[in-house]
């Protein structure tokens, strides 16, 4: 009876899985004949950024901008079909087919979604690759750009430097991510302590929604544009393009990078550092960077903290700077060195000894990610005690050879003081006095061993909770991690649910991301695994 029992368990699951199957290929089907007859004049231009899994190019598009390999195995669900719009009818078009065919729509800029969910479901699903929307339209008499979502950061850095070195865009810093999935979280970066995030400096927007419609800023309303900037990506439409407001950069900025091992004194310095760095003047970006590395003495693994800063201005100026907020670190004149605006960008991606040309390519190559990595965030409101800092560096040093674990800890302060937390959907302004971002990084062929690492950076964000912000404990949207909570593989959720991760990325923002999602997406047709629900759902 029992062996009965088990045949039967099996055969329902082998009908359930071939019904998905069947389902799932007529869905392709019947999406496809959808999409070449939307545009019957047009059908010839969209067959040509249609790729399903039987065209020899489809591996190719789909990894193309995968970031984590954790999410590039044989077990990850794959799309149905990828779509790369040349035009805004081709995702008019794809939004309208998904909708009438039940296929739910992943859109991917620069696939940094850090939990994969910018090309990855658990239902059937077709991606959208803005990759080929990506011009960047600069107007340097108006300080302004146009620039579209499928746009790296480090393109729309170059095309405003090809125009101007003085003007500039208060954009992420590694250089591959997508300015649209970027501005959708905020967007901080090397400038965002003097003119705060990317959403902050964008003046108008042009977005389809779930009807297909386009919209600007005039008509989809200030609740929606005041979403769309800081709330998430996925949620409320596919943005098409950005206008950026541009900002002002020295013709020389002065960057320096010194480590000190804990034997060179860091947990004191990290500690002093605290207290420094969210205090100094808004022209300069501070981060400290964690890792571990072998003490030249012994050989024997150590902690190490490099102090990395850029000023906005010259050398002359910052030296006597530091050295009046920040004696303990021992900085000497040869530690700082002056650049270009651009050469700190390269400098900052590890790739100073290439040309400025690097920006514009959107490969891994260079890539400051290793292959495969989790990661989490926390925003830090009060110092952390020196015992505390001594008793995280056990946890760092337990990580294995396949482990690459950096915890960046960037400092805040500066305009983010005075933005209030409403102004966009990101709240983390005021009393913030700086970010850290977790991370575990381990080679593609440790995939198997993935759970190890992920465990251990759990550990390590449990016993960080007693130093870092409460009630909510903050998180940074961009830096996605499905461990605070989530909604169904689906993406339906109730707003109790969502709530539970919501919080922690926009605290009480998160109840008027749910009125405009009400309003506007009110059927829940943008969704994914933290993506805003309808009141209602």
Not at 1 to 6: A, G, R, T
Not at 85 to 98: D, E, K, R
Not at 261 to 278: D, G, I, K
Not at 389 to 406: C, K, N, R, T, Y
């Amino acid at each position: 009876m029992k062996s009965l029992h088990h045949s039967l368990s099996l055969l329902f699951i082998v009908v359930c899985s071939l019904s998905w199957v069947s389902a799932s290929a007529n869905s392709h089907d019947d999406f496809l004949e959808c999409l070449y007859s939307y545009h019957p004049k047009e059908s010839s231009s969209i067959t040509q950024v249609i790729y399903t899994e039987t065209n020899s190019s489809y591996s190719a598009v789909l990894d193309s901008s995968i970031r984590n390999h954790r999410f590039s195995t044989p077990n990850t669900p794959k799309p149905l079909v990828i779509v790369t719009p040349l035009n805004v009818s081709h995702v008019q078009a794809t939004i309208h087919c998904s909708k009438n065919h039940g296929l739910q729509i992943r859109t991917r800029s620069g696939g940094h979604d850090f939990e994969g969910l910018s090309y990855v479901s658990h239902v059937p699903f077709v991606v959208i690759d803005l990759v080929n929307l990506r011009s960047v339209d600069v107007d340097v008499e108006n300080e302004e750009a146009w620039v579209q979502t499928g746009a790296t950061v480090g393109e729309v850095y170059y095309r405003i430097n090809e125009r101007s070195t003085n003007l500039t865009f208060p954009a992420a810093v590694v250089r591959t991510v997508g300015i649209g999935g970027s501005i959708s979280g905020g967007g901080d970066g090397l400038l965002f302590r003097k003119y705060g995030l990317s959403a902050d400096n964008v003046i108008d927007a042009q977005l389809v929604d779930a009807n297909g419609r386009v919209l600007d800023r005039r008509s989809m309303g200030e609740d929606l544009f005041w979403a769309i900037r800081g709330g998430g990506g996925g949620s409320f439409g596919i943005v098409i393009s950005w206008k950026i407001k541009l900002v002002h950069v020295p013709s020389t900025v002065t960057v320096f990078s010194v480590g000190r091992t804990l034997e060179q004194n860091a947990t004191q310095l990290l500690h002093r550092w605290q207290y420094v760095a969210p205090n100094l003047p808004n022209d300069v970006y501070s981060l400290v960077a964690i890792s571990t590395t072998n003490a030249s003495e012994n050989r024997t693994k150590t902690v190490l903290a490099t102090f990395i800063s850029l000023f906005q201005g010259g050398a002359n100026e910052f030296i006597p700077l530091m050295q009046e907020r920040f004696p303990e670190l021992g900085l000497v004149k040869e530690d700082f060195i002056e650049m270009t605006w651009i050469e700190s960008l390269l400098l900052m991606n590890g790739v100073s000894n290439e040309t400025s040309e690097i920006l514009l390519d959107r490969s891994n190559r260079y890539s400051l990610l290793p292959p495969s990595f989790k990661s989490k965030s926390d925003y830090v409101r009060e110092p952390m005690p020196e015992i505390a800092l001594q008793g995280l560096w056990p946890q760092l040093l337990e990580v294995d050879e396949g482990g690459i674990a950096v915890q960046n800890i960037i400092a805040y302060g500066g305009i983010m003081e005075e933005i209030s937390e409403t102004e966009t959907p990101f709240p983390h302004r005021k009393g913030t006095l700086y970010k850290i971002n977790y991370n575990i990084g381990w080679l593609e062929e440790e995939n198997n061993n993935s759970q190890r690492y992920i465990s251990w950076m759990r550990k390590l964000y449990s016993y960080m909770g007693p130093f870092v912000s409460k009630s909510p404990r903050e998180a940074y949207v961009n830096y996605r991690d499905l461990d605070i909570g989530r909604n169904n593989d689906d993406g339906k959720a109730s707003y109790k649910q969502a709530s539970i991760w919501g919080r922690k990325y926009f605290k009480n923002n998160f109840d008027r991301l749910v009125y405009v999602k009400t309003k506007t997406d009110p059927k829940n047709f943008f969704k994914h695994e933290q993506s805003i629900p309808p009141r209602f759902h």
